[in-house]
């Protein structure tokens, strides 16, 4: 394919460019040759658990086992990932060891514009920041706790001892309010993973304290991704004029989101023209599944929080299933330009804020028994009889007042009209040219590739009766 | 010349008659009722005794009706215009009948005789002059007692137009009351009718149960029911006060009420000293104040007449034959057996009793006084509460629906009994304003010097059972 071709070209000017503001690309070349042979060793005892081995091991080298690498560098041995809406945790190397520190506190986030709430998250951000490593990294995790109640972290699918495992209780005591506690172990696979509480865990997770974490390969097999986004999936239940989660909730939640954010506060995704792009999701919603499905796209799905998928068991797909507790790793190169939706298929996931309370209206002839209710309540008119698309709309531009701090039902502006859709749902922007600086607007499309009324020409031409 | 003597002693009476006697008069004592109620904040009184028959002057009231009735018009209407409170003034004339009655003396007796002879010969005659002497002498305690009555009648009349204003206030208010609530049951019936059919119309588009759309009907048409049951009342109310302002015809049609006044926190309503300005203003105790001064009097003229009911004198004369034999006569009963002992202690019980019932009367009134002023501090307090607190909640409550609403959260049928809600704190309110506005009302009477006669508290009922006491029968 023509596309495909030029995506190649683009990809390998880019890679040079990058490689050559690194420094000299001799040497970076040099360092990955010499470690590669440790580091391909050390994965495949890592990742491969077994006790049985033949090398000669102490126990506490198998259980945490010392690095045998120097810690990744961004950029060098990885494309750092892009959290859409977040970033990724700052860290620091203190004798070989990467420090990080984590401070788990109550957070105002805004899930829109219009909507904000009193959540718990890290480092002042809901969810916590993306916290990025390099396979056979040793890494140091500080947690302090600054939450009114005891917490603890876990390491969602990490490989690593069992004390370090974050289960309050079970492998460890709470990290009482105003207490620090240290984390520290070996990275031995790479991949999608997360943290999260794992203390009172119905009530700290559904109040949004996890984050992401991702590892990437010391040395790829594949070849590396130009984009690498990463997003958490999540729900909650934030009633409408109320400005905390509630925890409680266990069936009906109204705010599902990419990264805590909800359409149309969703950042898009900005890739150039023939880009690798890796889509990294990771599911900690409380009780929904979501089937995140591509538009314009067929993509592979590499990497399970298992493990990498062999090429050939990698299906071509335009959804895929994330269940709770789980990530899934998706690639493709973008190779047609526009805005293509990304979104979760549960048609009431993509609503922001939807009222099951609200009666079934559809095909209401409720026009004279409006004058009848409005003699009593002058702002009332029956709503919802023909669909719901018009009430974003009506809140958008202000003729309908709603409770403070809320987005019932609300889209978002597009380009053509109105978007119906909140909640999971963001962008992919392709685009020739990009500006990384900036967001792209709008696509332009070329002339005569969108639908549009049909003319009676045309009908004619082809024999429609309407 | 004995004779003479005594024709002279009737002269001498008649002319003591002529001073001690009292004029008859129609208007006796009705200045001084309305300057009685007048001292008590009730409007002028006007009565035109001999002309009842015409009727009143309406023309001048009935422009003021179509405005707008108010408290102070229907009362000062009810004042002019109720015939039964006319017809209370006649008492009045009764009581001051009772007065000249016991300031005259009994009349003289004359008496003539003749005798018919079978034989023949002169017809015998003779006349006598006789009249009650100790009369005399008891002519004053007899007025002093039925002074004292005419006093006690002048109160009760004076008491039983502070009533009423009384019941026309709190007829007055009981109708606004019932207007108001009946505007709002109209209401609540109005909203239910509009739940009622969005609800068949949610059913003709498929979307609702049967059971719903009857749910709704069922809310529906009860409160058409409680909207009869409030016309009722109202029709009640509105009657009661056409007969107390004693309106009919044309006239009892012409009037509308004011809106029910507004409760002024400002309005410091109670009164600090109420008991003892109730006591000191009280026409039930200076009516029971002069029925003792009745019953002493009582005592007192039966004390002295008790030996000698009467003593009569007179004179006669006869003709025996030819001859004319004048003499003097004299007649006294001799307390043989009945020395008034029974008058006397009977007299000297009733006075007992009087004196026991004032102090009842007291006790009763301070009593009926602490819990007026409670009870009105009370509905003060509840009224201001939902006026304050209650209705700007409910206000907020319709609004907060109407963003959930809005917000498609809820559905229309919440937002709806929403509405009914605020209205049925409304129709709670307007109870709790009319409640306070009874309580001022009896406030206004205890302070005016009268108990209120409510069931609660009978104004003196023992008081009632005082024989040769007519109360007004206007209820
Ligand atoms: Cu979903």
Known sequence: MKLQHKSRTLNRRRFLAGAAALGSTGVLLRQVEATEGNLSHQHHQATARPVLSTAPQSLLDRIDPKPTQPPGEPGKDYTPVITPNNVSLAWKVVNGIKVYHLIAEEVEHQFAPGLHARCWGFNGRVHGPTIEAVEGDRVRVYVTNKLPGATSVHWHGLLLPNGMDGVAGLTQAVIKPGATFRYEFTLRQHGTFMYHSHHDEMTQMALGAMGLFVIHPRKPKAERPDRDFAFMLAEWRLDVGTSRPNPNEMTDFNIFTFNAKAFPATAPMAVRLGERVRIRLANVAAMSHHPIHLHGYQFRVTETDGGQIPLSAQQRETSVLVAIGQSRTIEFVADEPGDWAMHCHMTHHVMNQMGDKFPNMIGVKAAEVDAQVRRLLPDYMTMGHDGMAEHGIHLDTGHMKVPENSIPMRGGPGPFDYITMGGLLTVLKVREELDDDRAPGWYQHPKGTVASTATVAELQRDGIKV | ?475
């Not at chain 2, 009722?232 to 107390?244: F, G, K, M, Q, V």
């Not at chain 2, 319709?398 to 609403?405: K, S």
């Open chain 2, 1 to 475: 010349m004995k004779c003479q003597i005594v024709f002279g002693l009737v002269i001498l009476m008649t002319g003591l008659q002529g001073c001690a006697t009292v004029a008859v008069d129609p208007h006796a004592g009705f200045p001084q009722v309305a300057q009685l109620v007048n001292d008590r904040g009730a409007p002028e009184l006007t009565w035109t005794p001999g002309v009842e028959e015409s009727p009143p002057r309406l023309d001048a009231i009935s422009s003021r009706l179509a405005e707008g009735l108010t408290e102070e018009e229907a009362v000062r209407i009810a004042l002019l215009n109720n015939r039964e409170l006319q017809a209370l003034y006649a008492r009045l004339g009764i009581a001051h009948a009772d007065l000249v009655q016991a300031s005259l003396l009994h009349n003289p007796v004359i008496g003539v005789t003749s005798g018919f002879p079978i034989a023949g010969g002169i017809v015998d005659l003779g006349f006598g002059l006789a009249m009650d002497l100790i009369d005399f002498l008891y002519t004053p305690l007899r007025k002093r007692v039925a002074t004292a009555r005419f006093e006690e009648a002048k109160l009760r009349v004076a008491a039983d137009v502070l009533d009423a204003v009384w019941r026309t206030q709190t007829a007055f208010y009981t109708h606004q009351a019932n207007e108001q609530a009946l505007e709002m049951r109209r209401q609540v019936a109005a909203a239910t009718a509009a739940s009622f059919n969005l609800a068949q119309r949610l059913r003709e588009a498929g979307n609702l149960r049967e059971l719903d759309v009857a749910t709704e009907q069922a809310l529906a048409e009860e409160a058409k029911a409680d909207l009869r049951f409030a016309e009722i009342a109202t029709r009640d109310s509105r009657e009661r006060l056409n007969l107390l302002m004693g309106l009919s015809g044309e006239h009892a049609l012409l009037w509308t009420v004011t809106p029910a006044r507004l409760l002024d926190p400002r309005e410091a309503a109670t009164n600090a000293d109420l008991e003892a300005r109730a006591m000191k203003q009280s026409l039930d105790l200076a009516a029971a104040d002069q029925l003792i001064v009745a019953a002493a009097e009582n005592v007192r003229l039966d004390r002295a007449s008790a030996l000698f009911p009467e003593v009569v004198v007179g004179g006669k004369g006869e003709r025996d034959g030819r001859e004319w034999e004048p003499g003097p006569t004299f007649i006294l009963p001799l307390p043989l057996f009945d020395r008034g002992q029974a008058r006397i202690a009977r007299a000297q019980a009733e006075l007992r009793q009087a004196r026991e019932l004032r102090t009842a009367l007291a006790v009763r009134i301070a009593a009926i006084a602490r819990s007026t002023r409670a009870r009105l501090e009370g509905y003060r307090e509840r009224a201001l509460q939902y006026r304050d607190v209650v209705l700007p909640v409910r206000q907020r409550v319709l609004e907060q629906t109407q963003l959930q609403y809005n917000a498609m959260q809820i559905g229309p049928l919440d937002l709806l009994r929403a509405k009914e809600q605020q209205i049925e704190a409304g129709i709670r309110y307007i109870d709790a304003l009319r409640e306070y506005w009874l309580a001022q009302a009896d406030h206004t009477l205890l302070l005016a010097g009268r108990l209120p006669p409510t069931e609660a508290a009978p104004a003196a009922p023992t008081l009632e059972q005082l024989p040769r006491l007519p109360f007004s029968t206007l209820q």
